[in-house]
């Protein structure tokens, strides 16, 4: 499984962006994975920031709920971000991870991970 993630960049606060996550070579349907979105700040642990089933029932960490939603289209195997009214401490590389039966907030418990998509959001 491969996944690879896009649409990072400069933003400025308050500003919004969609990142995607585009899965290849899979050994099930799409639809039959968990996907989750995290991000890592400089020095810090990579910290849960939503997942959703492939059913299409998400869950957003506090810090982000409300302005970030997630979502996916099973049939372009793809799994998406959007983040509004983004904040200066959202500036971090943001990962997609994957995983056949695992739909929880633990980074260590998905299998398949992106590259990262760097995400900088300026005061």
């Known amino acids: 499984v491969q996944l690879q993630a896009s649409g990072g960049g400069l933003v400025e606060a308050g500003g919004s962006l969609r990142l995607s996550c585009a899965a290849s070579?899979?050994?099930?349907?799409?639809?039959?994975?968990?996907m989750g979105w995290f991000r890592q700040a400089p020095g810090k642990e990579r910290e849960f920031a939503a997942l959703i089933s492939g059913s299409g029932v998400s869950y957003h960490t506090d810090s982000v709920k409300g302005r970030f939603t997630i979502s996916r289209d099973n049939a372009k195997n793809t799994v998406y971000l959007q983040m509004n009214s983004l904040k200066p401490e959202g500036t971090a590389v943001y990962y997609c991870a994957a995983d056949r039966y695992y739909r929880g907030q633990s980074y260590r418990q998905y299998t398949y991970w992106g590259q990262g998509t760097q995400l900088t959001v300026s005061s």
């Open positions: 070579g899979l050994t099930f349907r799409f639809g039959n994975y968990g």
